[in-house]
């Protein structure tokens, strides 16, 4: 299978329509209709069911587009590192940064990377999930990522940075905000904002609730924690967030601490026993980072 074959696929299975495709590939369509029926020819089976009125990708056909994506961004990726590489630099690494971590941590990273591997081109994806870049780390979209554990790739190594807390983010003008320390229980009747329920901030928040006795009402939920905190102060509801989330200054959000509150710790992983001399290095700068330190337990080699 050709590059171009899979590039004319996955734009005829998108635009569901051969036509609409031919003018996205600035090419008539007979050429593009002989192509995707080479390709079908050679992988053995059909990729589409065609009618007078539409075009359907068989169950084969949902396979292909769903890997050839992949594919075509992993190759995009690997143009871009070579390029790289060939301009002078000496590695790559693509790096992913949860939540607030792309804010307070990989300034930091990569302003020590740039002092003591000044060669190394470093690639950022911020604002990310937790299992988002435990499947990129998996499938070689990311070299490195600062995450929330836990992870559940036996693959994946750890080594713990720091364990930070959750705190209650509150609209401004809600009760809550003029109290000092709050039960969580308290907070029972209200209606919260979540990070994804696949998130692992978000099972952390679930499971602390249960714990107080209450099912939390969720009613929105939000990817970024600049845009949780933003609908906190829009007075849709309140959330739980980690007590480093503190550091956004948003006009509208009170912070108040939490008794007893659930930990929530910030890890650095990696693809165990893929620890190239540039990666390594790499994840030697979190040695220097304020608190951190090698939990017991940790997954994977310590690089």
Not at 39 to 66: C, H, M, N, S, W
Not at 128 to 142: F, K, N, S, V
Request: glycine content about 8%; proline content about 8%; charged content about 20%.
């Amino acid at each position: 299978m050709e590059t171009r074959h899979l590039k004319y696929f996955i734009a005829v299975a998108e635009e569901r329509h051969f036509g609409r495709a031919a003018a996205r590939l600035h090419m008539a369509q007979p050429p593009l209709s002989q192509q995707i029926r080479q390709l079908e020819e050679q992988l053995g089976t059909p990729l589409f069911i065609r009618t007078t009125r539409k075009v359907e990708l068989t169950p084969a056909g949902q396979v292909l587009l769903d890997r050839g994506r992949v594919l075509l961004q992993e190759l995009a990726v690997l143009e871009s590192d070579v390029r790289q590489v060939g301009d002078g630099a000496a590695g790559v690494l693509r790096v992913g940064f949860t939540g607030t971590a792309t804010y307070r941590l990989m300034p930091v990273i990569v302003q020590a990377a740039r002092r003591t591997l000044p060669g190394l081109r470093i690639t950022v994806q911020g604002e990310m999930l937790t299992p988002q870049m435990e499947t990129a780390l998996e499938e070689g979209r990311l070299d490195a990522a600062v995450l929330r554990p836990p992870v559940h790739s036996s693959r994946i190594g750890l080594k713990l940075l720091e364990q930070d807390q959750l705190v209650a983010a509150l609209p401004a003008d809600s009760p809550w905000a003029e109290k000092g320390s709050l039960d969580l229980s308290a907070l029972s009747a209200e209606g919260f904002i979540s990070y994804p329920g696949y998130s692992a901030v978000s099972n952390i928040f679930v499971d602390a609730c249960r714990g107080a006795g209450f099912q939390p009402k969720v009613i929105q939920e939000a990817k970024e924690t600049s845009t949780l905190l933003s609908l906190v102060a829009a007075g849709m509801g309140i959330a739980l967030v980690p007590m480093t989330s503190r550091m956004f200054s948003f006009q509208g959000v009170a912070f108040r601490p939490l008794r007893n509150p659930p930990p929530v710790d910030l890890a650095v992983a990696w693809i165990a026993g893929t620890e190239t001399p540039l990666l390594r290095s790499f994840l030697e700068l979190f040695d220097a980072l304020p608190g951190s330190h090698a939990p017991s337990g940790t997954k994977g080699p310590t690089p």
